[in-house]
């Protein structure tokens, strides 16, 4: 049985990593891995790596083989969703923006981009490899119409208070802010900042 | 004196969070801002938005007028070093690569990129935005001749290790790192992590 609601951000934070280096063994010929190996490679410790892989997989490794890769890559990618993708709307189609809708890795995340909103009528109309970028009028048609459950902000920091507030109201329950700025949403909806400025901060600081 | 030994990873993500909100206030004509004010627009509590902010501004409040905004973001810029920008690399010119070199957000934030790398004939030798691409056999060079203490890591994953193994090589200190994966560097380099995996894991879970 495995207990969710016991994970906390780090350590959900900490899943895709596991899986990305998992990938990297498997792709080097290697059959089974064991927690102190896991541990050394990526600079956890041998406990947290116990921990961690107890949370998500049913298999349990045995003495002196280890843990089965291929079992533990099954795992990881059913408990991060990667089997299947959520649809999400990007807001936004400014060089970041574009960027993403351009990108294909998402989909290996378990998140697939439908289209861009943008309120550019040099834009408006057009597709980038293949998804069209639409009227930010037309966002609660859009949602109630595939049913998306996320969205992207990759909007100037100036509107993407109210881009938020336009998403609430068609029905948006997680949003992923790239933009540098504090959102303020209703209850009920997630908000997973990635603040660029923030992180930056972090790195010239300890430079 | 400000301890700036005693700031963690949370606090100092947050400054850029308070200036940008800061500077919206200015945008709207106010003059004055109180930390019960700051608390309520950010949803920080007021115990920490205080801390935060005599943490690093020598500026402190009135009773009954709160602190000058315009001193408060003189002291948040210079702290975040915004005043000065520090020259940087980008090593992986994709779709996030070329993005980042297109976007002039980051001087903003007191980073300049002033070149990209790749491995792709194509692309070397070109310029975005007036940037030059070169040879990823070049980068010891352009590290030495501009001084470069910063780097950051757009490339795929499977090559981001040894592209990191090669930048502190040429004496990178700090590595702004995008590829998903962990990165195993010598001591004495800092490398900050922007993993776009382990934040949508964090949001799909939450959903």
New interface residues.
């Given amino acids: 049985m495995i207990k ?1 609601k016991l ?1 906390s ?1 780090k350590q ?6 596991y ?3 998992l990938k ?1 063994l498997q ?1 080097k010929g290697v059959i089974n891995v064991s927690a102190p190996i896991l541990a050394e ?3 956890f410790s041998e406990e947290q790596v116990r921990k961690d892989l107890a949370a998500i997989s049913s298999h349990s490794g045995k003495p002196k083989f280890g843990r089965n890769l291929k079992e533990l890559v099954c795992d990881l990618e059913a408990f ?2 990667y089997n299947e993708c ?1 649809k999400a709307i990007l807001v936004g189609v ?3 923006g ?3 809708l ?2 294909s890795g ?1 989909n290996d ?3 697939e981009i439908i289209c861009g909103f943008d309120v550019d009528d040099n834009k408006i109309g057009n597709t980038i490899k293949g998804k069209p970028i639409y009227s930010i009028e037309q966002i609660a048609k859009i949602v109630k119409e595939h049913d998306i ?2 969205a992207i902000i990759t909007t100037p ?2 509107v993407a208070q109210s881009v938020c507030d336009l998403l609430a109201g068609a029905g948006i ?2 949003i ?1 802010n790239f933009a ?3 959102l ?1 949403a209703p209850k009920g909806i ?1 908000i ?1 900042n ?14």
């Fill in positions: 969710e994970l951000k959900l934070e900490r899943y895709p990593v899986l990305s280096y990297s792709d490679g990526l600079s991060l969703g959520a400014g060089h970041l574009e960027a993403f351009k990108f998402f995340f378990g998140l459950k996320i920091n100036n329950k997680g992923w540098t700025v504090h303020n997630v997973e990635v603040n660029l400025a923030s992180s930056l901060a972090v790195l010239s600081h300890k430079l």
